[in-house]
């Protein structure tokens, strides 16, 4: 998968799947299932770290995520999320960490912001790196909202979300996320931009869909946002193996005759 095949997509109707994931063993299995994008998500600050949000992750910790995820793809497209911190102060840290995100292995990165941010994405693109950008409930922005809260429900602020991500096309955004916004709005931005949209609780208008890896399969239940939607529950298979291993530990039955070696 290459960026403009990604984008081609868009222009045939084909519908885009994107998931997070953090590890070689992750990567391989999300490959399998024929997953277009892989995108090492900030987000293993809260599902892999245990923190309360994304802001305390590390360039070093995301290049570290990258390089693993990287080095197991055969097919998907890798984008490294870059992480609070990494982009914000200027042009010349917005360049130089995202070149490092391309060293690791990733082929395009993602941040989040609109208008204040336009003069980082271009800067990024003008060297040749494919940015993906990221607009209504951006994660990084969290104390600004006072929480995880639906955006661009007000007519002026769905005004300038559009007029945000328009801005992020022109100024050479290969896609943009929408994230946590009403779908009508999410179906209007798609229909005026020509770039794709990747929607996560957006609707089901976007030209494709992001989840993060472990909500998808029901392993990180300590918030579960409307729009998630478990596609397993490995939780529960987990805990049931658990606990029938300490069980038949603690009772003799493993390991058998035919666990050991003689």
Not at 56 to 64: A, D, G, N, P
Not at 68 to 78: C, F
Request: glycine share 10%.
């Amino acid at each position: 998968m290459t960026i403009p095949e990604f984008q081609r997509q868009k222009r045939d109707k084909k519908k885009l799947t994107v998931v997070t994931a953090y590890d070689a063993l992750f990567t391989r299995i999300v490959e399998q299932a024929g997953i277009e994008a892989i995108l090492v998500g900030d987000s293993l600050g809260v599902v892999v770290q245990g923190q309360a949000n994304t802001l305390s992750v590390t360039m070093e910790e995301m290049l570290y995520h990258t390089k693993l995820v990287a080095g197991a793809v055969q097919r998907a497209l890798v984008i490294g999320d870059m992480p609070f911190m990494s982009y914000q102060a200027s042009q010349e840290d917005a360049i130089r960490n995202a070149g490092r995100f391309l060293q690791a292995g990733a082929q395009a990165v993602k941040l989040e912001g609109g208008a204040a941010v336009v003069d980082r994405v271009a800067a990024i693109t003008g060297i040749g790196i494919p940015v993906m950008g990221h607009l209504g409930m951006t994660p990084q922005s969290v104390h600004r909202y006072g929480g995880y809260k639906v955006q661009g429900k007000e007519s002026d602020q769905a005004r300038l979300l559009l007029s945000d991500a328009k801005a992020l096309e022109a100024a050479g955004a290969f896609a943009i996320v929408l994230e946590a916004i009403p779908a009508e709005l999410a179906k209007t931005l798609t229909e005026q931009l020509t770039i794709p949209t990747i929607g996560i609780g957006a609707g089901p208008y976007c030209d494709g869909q992001v989840l993060v890896l472990y909500d998808l399969l029901g392993l990180f239940d300590d918030f579960v946002p409307k729009f998630v939607k478990p596609y397993a529950h490995l939780k529960t298979d987990a805990l049931q193996a658990l606990r029938r291993y300490k069980e038949e530990v603690e009772q003799g039955k493993f390991p058998t005759d035919s666990e050991s070696y003689h």
